[in-house]
Structure formats: C-alpha cells, structure tokens
C-alpha cells in the first residue's frame, strides 16, 4: 500500500518490522504492551515524516539504531482503529540481537513489558487481526512460506 492514506485527517502511527536472520531463517522482533504484542511504532509527529518517526520510535522503544532499509521505503498500512488511527509500517533489518527496552521519561516505566524475537507463524499467532495483513506483506517480502 505505497502512497498517502486515504483521509488526511487520519491519525498516522509509523512504524517498523524489524526482522534478524539469524543463519536460516528470518525473525520478527516483537513488543508486548500490556496484553498486545506489536511492532515498534508511535504517532508522527509534527514537521516530521512518517519514515523518520518510524526510524525514531524505533529507537526510542528498543534503542536498536543500525536499521537497514534493504527492501526500500515501501510499506503497509492497516486499516483504521482506535478512533480512526492508522499504522504504517515499513521493513527493516538489523544485526543486532540484543534489544532493551528503555524507560520512557514521560511515564516512568518502558513502553513495553517485554520483547520477543519469534518465527513468522509465532508472530501470526501473537498478533491481533489488525497486525496480520503487515505480516503476511512483510513475509512475502522476505519469501517466507
């Protein structure tokens, strides 16, 4: 889905799917908010493009840094939820296998309550349904079966 989203006035959160080969298959990092797991996103900021939010989000969410973009800047969106929000996400890879989950100043405790590298059908079965077409775009880019 590469281009605009369709309502300007949509509330855009970007994101990224980090993936890691590690020697014979790819793997998904994912972040467990409460009871939802979810790739590293946050909401676009003002004067700030969706790639660089998603860039920084990552960032600040993992403190993982050496992104690497090798698939281009193409990405997914979902459909609307939370009153009309929109998540875009892009694809990344990173070397790195450690990932820590900083606290995040503004409420005292990370974001997140844990990370979780898994296998593309681990990542189908922690996923909500929003989540699922990202997965399946982000594996058939990967040439995952």
């Known amino acids: 889905m590469d281009g605009p989203i369709s309502n300007p006035a949509t509330r855009l959160s970007s994101g990224v799917v980090v993936v890691r080969d590690n020697g014979d298959r790819w793997l998904f990092l994912m972040l467990r908010a409460f009871r939802h797991w979810d ?4 909401m676009v900021e003002s004067g700030e493009g969706p790639l660089e939010a998603a860039i920084r989000e990552v960032q600040e969410e993992t403190t ?3 992104l690497a973009f090798r698939w281009g800047e ?3 969106e979902t ?4 009153r009309g929000k929109v998540a875009r996400y892009y694809l990344a890879a990173t070397a790195a296998e450690a990932v820590f989950l900083p606290v995040n100043p503004e409420i005292g405790r990370p974001e997140h309550n844990e990370f979780r590298w898994v296998t593309y059908a681990e990542a189908l079965g922690l996923s909500s349904p929003r989540l699922i077409p990202v997965i399946h775009w982000a594996a ?3 040439d995952i079966d």
């Open 39 to 42: 790739f590293p996103k946050g």
């Open 140 to 142: 058939n880019i990967l």
């Open 64 to 66: 993982l840094t050496d």
């Open 74 to 76: 193409s990405y997914q």
């Open 79 to 82: 459909g609307p939820y939370n």
